[in-house]
């Protein structure tokens, strides 16, 4: 491994791991490394297959690591802090990339290399991404690819494990207090995220259900903690909010089926003609 690649990957990790520690820094830091990783073969590394002159006629295969363990755990810890910077930094399609490029890492080469502390963690987040998308059905599809018995035993999987099954509960009240439970601070990006989308689906619900409602049983439904959110909410949705009164109002959107004209007319010529046509058929 040259040195400035070892060098650069120990303070990329200690500025991702600083308390304080600068967006820009760590993301110009990854530029560089992202870099330099290419041009030494290791952002996208895949086995080498060489075959022995000797011993039998036709030679014998086998698989060599493209590069040394070391080189390729220093890799998989740049890919893992640009997958966990991303969430920080709200970029979800550079959390995507990264994820892709670390496929190879924690499937590929995952019987070579020292296991991750982050490897669960980012599996949960991916998990957790889907499940914010309301990809459901991409959802069980990674979760059934996943060993049964790491699903089970591992706080990061069962996290998401739970909510999908809330979810399909209806149980958002439990969503919600996923929030303080989460077992990463990167962890409640995705779930704000999904309960963006649970308030989205109460307030069609309130919409239809309601001309009206106090402000706090608004708040309450919404699972907002203060008035200013949902003030904030309903004039996203369109409502509007009464100060005086403290009532949230609903535009009706239902249509007017009373002014609705009908063309009695045609109907009927329809009607007697789809009798002519029976007659002629018996």
């Given amino acids: 491994m040259a040195a400035h690649l070892k060098e650069a990957h120990a303070e990329l990790l200690r500025t991702f791991q600083s308390?304080?520690?600068?967006?820009?820094?760590?993301?110009?830091?990854?530029?560089?490394?992202?870099?330099?990783?290419?041009?030494?073969?290791?952002?996208?590394?895949?086995?080498?297959?060489?075959?022995?002159?000797?011993?039998?006629s036709d030679g014998a295969s086998r698989a060599q690591l493209p590069a040394d363990v070391e080189s390729l755990v220093m890799a998989r810890?740049?890919?893992?802090?640009?997958?966990?910077?991303?969430?920080?930094?709200?970029?979800?399609?550079?959390?995507?990339?990264?994820?892709?490029?670390?496929k190879a890492f924690y499937n590929d080469f995952s019987s070579q290399l020292p296991p991750s502390t982050n490897h669960e963690p980012l599996l949960g987040l991916s998990l957790l991404r889907l499940l914010s998308s309301n990809a459901i059905a991409s959802f069980h599809t990674a979760l059934e690819a996943l060993p049964s018995d790491?699903?089970?035993?591992?706080?990061?999987?069962?996290?998401?494990?739970?909510?999908?099954?809330?979810?399909?509960?209806?149980?958002?009240?439990?969503?919600?207090?996923?929030?303080?439970?989460?077992?990463?601070?990167?962890?409640?990006?995705f779930v704000d995220s999904l309960m963006g989308t649970i308030r989205h689906e109460i307030a069609s619900c309130e919409e239809k259900a309601y001309d009206s409602l106090p402000l706090r049983d608004a708040a309450m439904l919404l699972f907002f903690d203060n008035a200013q959110d949902v003030m904030n909410f309903a004039n996203e949705r369109g409502w509007i909010i009464n100060p005086t009164?403290?009532?949230?109002?609903?535009?009706?959107?239902?249509?007017?089926y009373s002014k609705t004209e009908i063309p009695k007319k045609s109907i009927i010529a329809l009607n007697l003609q789809f009798a002519k046509e029976l007659e002629s058929i018996v």
Wanted: glycine residues 4%; proline residues 5%; charged residues 20%.
């Fill in 19 to 56: 308390n304080s520690s600068d967006t820009t820094s760590v993301r110009s830091q990854l530029t560089k490394l992202k870099i330099a990783l290419t041009e030494a073969g290791l952002l996208v590394p895949s086995f080498s297959v060489t075959t022995s002159a000797g011993g039998t």
């Fill in 77 to 102: 810890d740049v890919l893992e802090v640009g997958a966990l910077f991303s969430i920080r930094v709200k970029d979800i399609n550079s959390f995507d990339r990264y994820m892709n490029l670390l």
């Fill in 150 to 189: 790491l699903v089970q035993k591992s706080p990061y999987l069962q996290h998401p494990v739970n909510l999908e099954r809330w979810l399909m509960e209806g149980s958002y009240s439990k969503v919600w207090r996923a929030q303080k439970e989460a077992p990463r601070e990167e962890y409640k990006f």
């Fill in 245 to 256: 009164t403290q009532t949230v109002h609903f535009p009706n959107a239902a249509p007017d």
